[in-house]
């Protein structure tokens, strides 16, 4: 089946780093990425979908200066996490469809669980 | 109010038992997925449909599109389905339920 790779797994860093978080279709050409965050014992949130050579799509909430998304291949989604603060700590996930977007299955990372001191 | 509402949120079983997950939500869809979120976080996607019934070895997953009701049943419920089962309605954009935690005790 198709499979989401997501890395790295986990991330301990100072605030104030930048953090990039990597999400790639292995075996399958993904138009359209999409970005999650989860709280613990809460709900996924999207963030923003990610199209394959244009802009991201942000939702409501969620700044675009801070979580930049670039996608720049078929097979490869990046989330960074810029100036990164102690707030931002949070479980990031990825899912990735083929063409035709919310309708299409979803095939989702392993996530990747951000902790910042 | 969450547009796609989950019952229970919590369920406890012993090994072997039948298992109902209930999601409802409160605008229209074309699709909706069941997803199974594993203690680690690491998600599987179930099942997707748009109307009828769908079934996977132990696991049914149902859906009323006029009711905006769907349904994830799972049968001889063991251990390893112990996870968080989420509802996602597909439309313009996912939109996913407040979560249902299982626990099956063997």
């Known amino acids: 089946g198709a499979v989401v790779s997501q890395h790295p797994s986990w991330v301990i860093c100072k605030s104030g780093t930048s953090v990039k978080i990597e999400c790639r279709s292995l075996d399958f050409q993904a138009t359209t990425m999409f970005w999650y965050r989860q709280f613990p014992k809460q709900s996924l949130m999207l963030m923003a979908t990610s199209n394959e050579g244009s802009k991201a799509t942000y939702e409501q909430g969620v700044e675009k200066d801070k979580f930049l998304i670039n996608h720049a291949s078929l097979t490869l989604s990046t989330l960074t996490v810029t100036s990164a603060h102690p707030e931002d700590s949070s479980f990031y996930i990825c899912?990735?469809?083929?063409?035709?977007?919310?309708?299409?299955?979803?095939?989702f990372g392993d996530g990747t669980r951000l902790s910042i001191l | 109010k969450n547009e796609v509402e989950q019952s229970p949120q919590n369920l406890t079983a012993q090994e072997g038992e039948f298992i109902t997950i209930n999601c409802s939500y409160s605008?229209?869809?074309?699709?909706l997925h069941w997803l199974q979120q594993h203690p680690g976080g690491g998600i599987v996607s179930l099942f997707m449909?748009?109307?009828g019934k769908k079934k996977h070895g132990r696991l049914i997953a149902t859906i009323n599109i006029q009711e905006k009701h769907s349904s994830l049943h799972i049968t001889a419920s063991h251990p390893r389905d112990s996870a968080v089962y989420i509802c996602?309605?597909?439309?313009?954009?996912?939109?996913f339920g407040t979560g249902t935690r299982l626990q099956v005790f063997p």
């Open positions: 996602t309605r597909n439309t313009d954009k996912l939109i």
């Open positions: 605008v229209g869809i074309s699709a």
């Open positions: 899912s990735a469809s083929n063409p035709g977007g919310y309708n299409q299955p979803q095939h």
């Open positions: 449909l748009s109307s």
